[in-house]
């Protein structure tokens, strides 16, 4: 099956910075979101990025389908954007999604 | 409000007790799952369901079993639990089109299994 794999797994940030978080995956795919899971355990949706760019505030998203990798931008980061980042997959055929391990941030004031 | 609603939030059972983490969205989708989220392994889907009476297994479904007899709901059954099956599970929903099948979830159930 699919293989999805997050880099870094670990980032620590001070408030303002930028960061890029990366996710690799092995296969081709029709479907592919970033979520972000805050410490409370909540998870949400950021993307629904199969391909192309987009941009929602201070994140942007870019999937180069035909590389199998994704991009998740935060720019001018803030406390608040601390937690899990993950990114999922759904592979062409099936109704499967698979998570990567996750990129766990923490932006410190 | 749009939503996923998951109960319990918290259950502390003992092995073998049968149990049921109940599922209801509000918001018509076709598509819901249930996943479990274990330290150092990321989100693993469990199983999935395309709408009513038809589903699928994910890729750890052994020691689980799910019904979608209505559309909005898509309960969890433990029929045996067992300790390996202590884990933070979540349920989500998503619609089926072709350009956005954003993947909603619920807020989580927390499940020790002694």
């Known amino acids: 099956g699919i293989q999805v794999e997050q880099s870094p797994p670990d980032l620590i940030l001070q408030e303002g910075a930028n960061s890029t978080l990366r996710c690799n995956f092995s296969d081709s795919v029709n479907n592919l979101q970033w979520f972000h899971q805050n410490p409370w355990g909540q998870l949400i949706n950021l993307f629904y990025i199969p391909s192309g760019t987009k941009q929602n505030g201070r994140l942007s998203a870019t999937t180069v389908a035909t590389e199998r990798y994704s991009l998740l931008y935060i720019s001018s980061s803030q406390t608040t954007d601390s937690g899990v980042y993950f990114c999922?997959?759904?592979?062409?055929?099936?109704?499967?999604?698979?998570f990567g391990t996750g990129t766990r941030l923490k932006v410190l004031a | 409000e749009a939503q996923v609603t998951q109960n319990p939030r918290y259950l502390i059972t003992v092995t073998g007790k049968k149990l049921t983490v109940t599922c209801s969205q509000n918001m018509n989708h076709e598509y819901m799952s249930w996943y479990r989220q274990d330290p150092g392994l990321g989100l693993r889907q469990i199983y999935y369901?395309?709408?009513?009476?038809?589903?699928d297994k994910g890729d750890v479904p052994e020691g689980y079993k799910v019904s979608r007899k209505e559309k909005r709901n898509f309960p969890l059954i433990l029929e045996s639990p067992s300790p390996n099956q202590t884990s933070l599970y979540f349920c989500?929903?998503?619609?089926?089109?072709?350009?956005?099948?954003?993947?909603?979830f619920g807020s989580g159930t927390q499940l020790s299994v002694l």
């Open positions: 369901s395309m709408n009513v009476e038809v589903t």
């Open positions: 989500a929903s998503s619609l089926f089109t072709s350009t956005n099948e954003k993947l909603f």
């Open positions: 999922a997959v759904g592979s062409s055929g099936t109704y499967k999604y698979i």
